[in-house]
């Protein structure tokens, strides 16, 4: 009886055993569109194979890598597997920059019992040398393909291929992503994987009202969309555009400025037979694409297209860290940093150092051989050395924490985007952390796109001037330390793990589209084009927004820039200037901005045409606690 207990516990050890080891989980990581877009989250479909029949249970854990170098990590909400094939979306936060278009992606789904290594997928990212933009085209499930491509023909804006240049090739690209209405988010950032977003009328009618409230919320802050109608819109659709703004429609084509952004609304039946090259087809792809209004204009001269960029004194889009404009203006990335150290904190001089130096070199040279000659105790100089060099250590360390101070910092600037009756489109906070000592730090962001901004930024006293070299490979600075961890969903609710090293300073960017939690009143809606236009504008401008100013108020048109208030002085005209308008060089000699990203960068920042002379600007900098804040808001009026 005995024995026979001990052949069966054997047997269901060795069946049990034999169960585990046939239970299998295989994954497969592809993203949405064949290129993702530059600086920018990436949307990817995770597809699970489980040959297991009970529940599995963990999350997906991914190292994504550039050769031998790690350049981030992410893990995933819990996931729930069952047996069969599952599908799951994710959003992944932005990359750093690399020279590799080709990032290995280790995965890895741990459970409490056990983990699973699932190998390693290849995706193909935006190398340093090209700009990639992502056109999402939405239409009802069965349409056919020759459908989708027509679309996109239409709306490809092939005028970006005058930036090739023959050793670059691949300087713009831009990819299709093809979407079902049910794969549309609800959550607006998600949008920002995206330059624009094309709606057929049958993928509007199946999406939900929560998709369609994202997508409104992400065309203000400045996204693209592109919607195509029937003859007798759907009452939805009318509500839609209302809500955007009411615009006339030209020869069947609706141009619409929402907030930051841009809508098209085009009637497919009476531009079923359009000419893609007539003057109102390249006005809506231009308007969609946010081409200058000078460029556009040029061309429609019968410019040739190369005269229109060679006027606007354009240059080649070159690698990512290296253009001399950076494709987003010229704002100071390295002045930025050092203007929101804290005050007590200062460099250690160089005069103070080399003095330190030269003391230590006469006390254990010519002072300890002729104090140690004169008392006739030479021998002593073996115990002198290291009490000075000891000595000396301590005086410098202590030196150090003179200039630089032994507690943390954190300090940001934010920038505020205002739309009609003063509704907050979005904002966009760059926050310094400068550590008294090596830490570790866990941020918790809520609806918002995180990003470390790349220290090939940062490296350069001038982000946009030439005359600054970037020193070291895209990655380089990132890679000597630990990446930082993301877990969580994004851009929902996630946590970031991030090494903070001692007495270097390290910015990051959270983009937003919830207002701030100090509020500015203000009569933005009251200032008119006689205000703007006005010889006393410094005055009637500062009388009509406020009663009484709470900072720096500045008015942009076109390059100028006009100091109208100047009161607290937190922030130059120069990195007003930078931070607003685009500049002239490389992508932005076409454009005036770009959708939102939520990269580790600035150039989604931009969104003033300083080439329109029907767009005009009013800059609020004031100041909440150690953060500085910029109230930005943009007016369309035609003179």
Known sequence: MRHAAIAIALALLWRGGNALATERLQAQLVTTAARGRSHAPLPVEVTFRWSGTGLLEGRLELEFWSGNRLLNRYHSVEIALTGGEQRFGLLLPPLPTTYDSQVDVAMRFASTKSQFDLGKSTLFLP????????????????????QMLRIERRLRPSRFQTLVTESNPQAVNVSLARLAPDEMAVQPLSYCAYDLIVLTANGFADLRERQRQALLRWVRAGGSLCLFTENNPKPQEQGFLSALGKEPAVDGIQTIHAGLGRCVAINTRQNAGADLNSPAWSSAVDFLWKMRVQTAEEVHTNLSYEEALETNRRGRVRPYPFDDQMEAGRFAGGDLREGLLPQETRFIPLRALAGMLTLFVLMIGPVDYAVMGWLRRRRYTWVLF????????????????????HGDHRRALVFVDIGEHGLVLRQDRYELFFAGHDQSITMSVQDGLWSPLEHTILARNRLRDVRYEYFGRPGQMELEGTPPLCEGAVPGRFQVNQAIHQWQPQLDRILSLDPPSTSLKADWDAVDLAILQSSETEHLLSATLFREPPGDIFLLHGTNVVYVEQGLRLLPPSLISAACTGGPNGLFSLVSQISPSGGGNFEDLAVLDESDPDQWMIVVVTQAGEDILVYRRIYHVAG
């Open 386 to 405: 290291p009490v000075m060099t000891a000595a000396f250590t301590i005086a410098t360390v202590r030196m150090a924490n003179r200039y630089l101070g």
């Open 127 to 146: 190398a340093a040398s090209e700009h990639s933009m992502v056109m999402g085209i939405c239409d009802s499930i069965g349409s056919s393909d020759a």
